[in-house]
C-alpha cells in the first residue's frame, strides 16, 4: 500500500520549493521577485542607495530572493538596453 497519485505529487512539489532556496544559497544566486521603475523627481528611498528619484536618469530596483531574504539591486532604466538596462535580470548570479 504505497501513497496515493495525489499525495506523491504533493510531496514532489513540497521537495521542490523546499530545495528553490538551498540551491540558491549554495550557488549564491537570486531569483527576481518584483521590480519597480523610478523616474526622476520620484520619491523611493533604498537604505544604502537614498532616494534614488535625485538622479537625472530612471532606475530600476529589483528585488531578488536570495534564499534568505530579499535583496534590492539597482540598474539605470534604458529603454534600449544601451546605457542601462530595460528590464531586471529574471536570473542573478553575485
Known sequence: MGFSK???V???VLCGLLAIPILLLVTNSRILVWKTRVNPGDRYTLKDWGN???ADQSQ???HYFTGRSVKAQVFWYSPGN???RDACPFFLTQ
Open 6 to 8: 495525489g499525495k506523491r
Open 10 to 12: 504533493a510531496v514532489g
Open 52 to 54: 534614488l528619484g535625485d
Open 60 to 62: 530600476l530596483v529589483c
Open 82 to 84: 544601451l546605457m542601462g
